[in-house]
C-alpha cells in the first residue's frame, strides 16, 4: 500500500516536471530547467521547513542546540538520504532484500520501522545481515494509518519466528514510530522482555513529538506530547523495561523535536550530533553499537555452552 502510494507521488513530481519543461524550453530554457530541479527538488524544501520548526521549538530542552552549520549539514545529508529512501527504495524497491534466515546459536535481529515507511527502509542493513549471516527479519507495518496497538501482533510474529530459528531472544533495532511499537509489545505481554536480549531505538518519540500536532492519522495523534496513548503506555508498562533500551536521539532530528522527547528515564540514551531523522539510522555509532550488543549476547551464550 504505501509503495503505491510513494510511487504515484514520484511519477506525479516527474510528470509535472516534465510539463514545465515542455512549456517553457521553446521560450525560456534556463527558466525550464530551473522550474523542472525546483519541482523535483520541492521535498527539500519541506525538509527546512522542519529543520526551521525543529530550531524554533529547542526551547528550554536540555539538550545542546544544534548550530546553525550544524543543521545545515544534517539538513543537507538528510536530502540525500530521503531521496534514496523515499523516492527509490520504497516506492521501487519493495520487494527487495529478504530477511536472512535464522540458524541455532546465532542471534537475530528484528528491525521495526518508523512512520511512512515499509520493510526496505533497513535495506542497508539488511545488506550487511546478508553479508555477515546474521539472521535477521525487518517488519512491515501495515496497514500504514492505524492505531499503534494494532502493529503488536505483526512484531510478536517476528520475533517468535527469531525465536525459533536461533533458540535465543533477538536484538530490536527500532527507528522512530518502530520503538514505540516495541514498548506496546513488551507492555502487552508481562513474559515479553525475556524473550528479547535488547532494544535499540533511534528517534523515536518516546514522549510523543511537536511536529505530530500536524498529523491526523491514528498512529500520529499516538504520537503527540502527553496524548491519551502515550500517558497509557507509561501507565501499563513495567518500570523496568526502560533499563532494556538505548536509546539515540539528536539535536539535529527534523522530525522528533525537542530532542530530549527521544530519550526515556533509566535508559542508555545517546546523543548524534548534527544528524537528521532518517540518516540517524545509519550512523557509525549505532552500527557499533548494534555489533557490540550482539558481541555481548553471543559471548554470553558461549560462556554458558558446555566444552
Known sequence: MLARLQRRIVYALGLSALVWLLLW????????????????????????????????QHGRDPTPRARPLQLLRAWFGECIVAWQVFGWRQPFRSSGWPDVAGRPGRRGIVF????????VFWAPWLERCAAQHRPCMA??????????DDYVPQLEQAVARLEQETGLPPLLVCHSMGGLVARAWLAADASAAARIQHVITIGTPHRG??????????NALHMRQ????????VAREPAL??????????????IVFPPAVATLPG????????????????????????????????????ATRPA
Open 25 to 56: 524550453w521553446q521560450r525560456q530554457p534556463v527558466v525550464a530547467l530551473a522550474g523542472a530541479a525546483a519541482i523535483v527538488l520541492s521535498y527539500t524544501v519541506v525538509l527546512a521547513v522542519e529543520f526551521a520548526l525543529l530550531a524554533w
Open 112 to 119: 521495526v520501522h518508523g512512520y511512512l515507511c515499509n520493510r
Open 139 to 148: 517488519v512491515n507495518l501495515e496497514p500504514v494509518f492505524c492505531d499503534l
Open 209 to 218: 513529538t511537536w511536529l505530530a500536532r500536524l498529523g491526523r492519522t491514528a
Open 226 to 233: 502527553t496524548s491519551e496513548w502515550l500517558l497509557g503506555l
Open 241 to 254: 523495561h526502560t533499563g532494556r533500551f538505548t536509546c539515540f536521539y539528536g539535536h539535529a532530528d527534523n
Open 267 to 302: 535508559a542508555d540514551n545517546r546523543h548524534l550530533g548534527a544528524t537528521a531523522h532518517v540518516a540517524m539510522a545509519f550512523h557509525p555509532e549505532v552500527v557499533s553499537e548494534v555489533a557490540r550488543r550482539l558481541a555481548i549476547g553471543e559471548a554470553s551464550v558461549s
